[in-house]
């Protein structure tokens, strides 16, 4: 779910307003040299606790981890 910078989210542990931190190639890794998937992954700040998350995964199904997550 990519959302606008502008708009003021809600996210559930701390409730506070989040601001999107930035877009990343679903296949980024710390090792490797996969090829770009051409699919955005959005991670967003938490505006009070800066914890950094991503909502893309929240409504995925079981069978979507076990396709899409090599671990
Ligand atoms: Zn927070």
Known sequence: ML???NQQLDWPICHSEIS???LVDFNK???GDLPN???LIDYHVCNICQFVF???M???PKEQFINEVYN
């Open 58 to 60: 929240y409504g995925w």
């Open 37 to 39: 998937s051409g699919k």
């Open 3 to 5: 959302q606008n910078k």
């Open 20 to 22: 999107l931190l930035g």
């Open 29 to 31: 890794s710390c090792g």
């Open 54 to 56: 991503s909502q893309e």
